[in-house]
C-alpha cells in the first residue's frame, strides 16, 4: 500500500512506520502540497496523511473516500474542531485519533528547548521571546 504524508514528520515518525508496517511512503520534506500537486498525488496513492499544518477540505475528503478514490485516511486534526462530523466518522476507511501527533520524544525535546531559549531571552537577556504568541485587540 502506497501512502501520502503531506509534511515532513519527525524521523522516529517515519522509522516507525517503516519499521512496523509494509507501507511504501511517500512524504515529502518541507513544504506542502499545492492543491494542484495533491490531486495528481492522490491518483498514485492508496491513503492519505494529512499534517497539521495543511488545509485539507474534509468535505472533499469525505467525497473522495466514499467514492473510494482514495482507499483510506488517518487524521488527528479536524476542520471544525472539537466537532468532527459525523459523516466523516460514520466511514469505514478512515481511522479518526485524538491529535498526537507530536508525542514523540524529539518532538516533545524540540519544545523543551524552545521554551528554555524563550525563557532566556526574556529573563536573561531582557528582550522579546523569539517565538512570541501574537495576541489580537479585544474589543
Aim: charged share 30%.
Amino acid at each position: 500500500m502506497k501512502v501520502l504524508i503531506t509534511r515532513q514528520i519527525p524521523d522516529a515518525g517515519i522509522r516507525l512506520l517503516k519499521e512496523h508496517s509494509e507501507l511504501e511512503l511517500d512524504y515529502r520534506q518541507s513544504s506542502p502540497l499545492s492543491k494542484e500537486e495533491l490531486k495528481e498525488a492522490i491518483k498514485y496513492v492508496d491513503a492519505i496523511i494529512p499534517v497539521i499544518t495543511d488545509k485539507i477540505n474534509e468535505s472533499s475528503l469525505i467525497r473522495a473516500l466514499s467514492e473510494k478514490r482514495i482507499s483510506g485516511a488517518g487524521l488527528d486534526v479536524f476542520e471544525q474542531e472539537p466537532k468532527i462530523s459525523q459523516e466523516l466518522r460514520d466511514l469505514e476507511n478512515v481511522v479518526l485519533t485524538p491529535h498526537v501527533a507530536s508525542a514523540t520524544r524529539e518532538a516533545r525535546i524540540q519544545m523543551a528547548t524552545m521554551a528554555a531559549k524563550n525563557v532566556i531571552e526574556v529573563l536573561v537577556n531582557n528582550k522579546e521571546p523569539i517565538n512570541q504568541v501574537k495576541m489580537r485587540a479585544v474589543k
